[in-house]
């Protein structure tokens, strides 16, 4: 059963890309098989939601739809006839074309959306939209449904923008003019919208689920909006995202980095070496009073350490020096001992003489450490 539930999630998934892509038969199909292995209200009620508008949001192709038997409701057209070599008929109701007929006669653009002249930008892009998801053409197929959209498009063009707002109320109703384009600088294409009206807003009026559409633009004196351009700046925020993630995945490693070069900035170079240093200066040799060890200190050395300070340096200098020994002699013992080891079990005269010439250097100068210490 589990695996059957899997395949109807897979199928939903395909009615919804074929949605996306404008085939409504695709999507009714795998969305009736999603409902065969296994019924969920998803597949419910997107079946519901196509079977209620009856056409697809299309992908550029127009397909019939059947006439209501109720003649006084519903009326029917061709569209695209002629230059296209006829198309379906496509039904519209009786709602829609007296819709469209009362735009047609609207005298002044405050009529047209349906607001008094007081009415601010919100009033208007509230009506504005309102009335374009109602009018556009792919939702309203009455006759003269195009030109109604771009009355309403027009007349928000004018009463969006301010100044024409301003130069269109001084004239009485007239529209203010404009350089190379009539009628507010509108300018429609089918299939096109207003940056207000989203894609998602179009497929939502058909079938009341997401939707990515083709490139669509529309100018109306005031903005151009394509959804080309839409998808870039979404492409563009989605970067934005990615880039603020990737910088919160590297923050431990830049913050280490920060630590180790703080740590290091804080700690300040010793004033004495074992070894002579020439990358900080420390070439010049000093011995200790008591144990006569050399240690290498830089040309300022002498001026900054005296008395106590100098005492407390050199106590450091022999300190490290005893240490470092030390742990050598017990390198050189460990040494000499594995050779023997390795001589007796292989037989080997080689690593015999070997181990007997090791001249134990550090575990001679700790002796004479030792023998110091205990002069002392």
């Known amino acids: 059963m589990e695996s059957n539930r899997d395949e109807a999630e897979k199928c939903i998934n395909i009615a919804t890309e074929a949605l996306q892509e404008g085939d409504k038969d695709r999507a009714v199909k795998f969305l009736r098989k999603a409902e065969k292995l296994f019924p969920t209200d998803k597949a419910k009620v997107l079946l519901e939601a196509l079977s209620k508008n009856g056409s697809s949001a299309g992908n ?6 059947k006439s209501s038997e109720n003649n006084n409701t519903n009326h029917k057209e061709r569209a695209g006839q002629g230059a296209a070599g006829g198309e379906p008929a496509k039904s519209y109701t009786k709602e829609q074309l007296e819709g469209v007929q009362r735009i047609k006669t609207c005298k002044d653009y405050y009529e047209v959306l349906g607001v008094n002249k007081d009415a601010n930008d ?43 707002r301003r130069q269109y109320d001084a004239t009485g109703g007239e ?6 384009h009539g009628h507010g600088n509108f300018n429609f294409q089918h299939g096109s919208f207003e940056a207000d009206i989203t894609p998602e807003d179009l497929f939502n009026m058909f079938f009341g689920g997401s939707f990515t559409t083709s490139q669509h633009t529309f100018t109306n004196g005031r ?8 998808t870039h700046r979404q492409q563009t925020e989605e970067r934005g995202d990615g880039g603020f993630s990737m910088f ?3 923050m431990p490693i830049v913050v280490l980095l920060l630590v180790s070069i703080l ?5 300040s170079t010793p004033p004495y070496s074992l070894y002579s240093k020439q990358s900080t200066g ?10 006569q060890v050399d240690y290498f200190v830089n040309r300022d050395f002498k001026s900054e350490y005296k008395g106590a300070a100098l005492q407390k340096i050199e106590k450091s200098v022999e300190e490290d020096y005893v240490s470092n020994v030390r742990n050598n002699c017990w390198k050189e013992r460990q ?23 090791m001249t134990m250097d550090n575990c001679q100068e700790l002796d004479r450490l030792n023998s110091l210490f205990r002069g002392g």
């Open 60 to 65: 550029g192709t127009a397909r019939h739809r």
């Open 122 to 164: 919100d009033d208007l892009k509230k009506s504005y939209r309102k009335l374009a998801l109602k009018f556009h053409p792919d939702k309203n197929h009455a006759p003269g449904a195009t030109e109604a959209f771009k009355k309403i498009g027009n007349a928000y063009g004018i009463l969006s923008n301010p100044d024409k």
């Open 175 to 180: 529209e203010p003019s404009s350089s190379g």
């Open 223 to 230: 903005a151009r909006y394509s959804h080309q351009e839409h």
């Open 248 to 250: 919160i995945q590297l």
């Open 263 to 267: 740590s290091q900035m804080m700690v």
């Open 282 to 291: 420390q070439t010049i040799r000093r011995q200790t009073e008591n144990l």
């Open 335 to 357: 040494t000499k001992t594995d050779l023997l080891y390795a001589a007796k079990v292989y037989r080997d005269e080689r690593l015999r003489r070997k181990a007997e010439q």
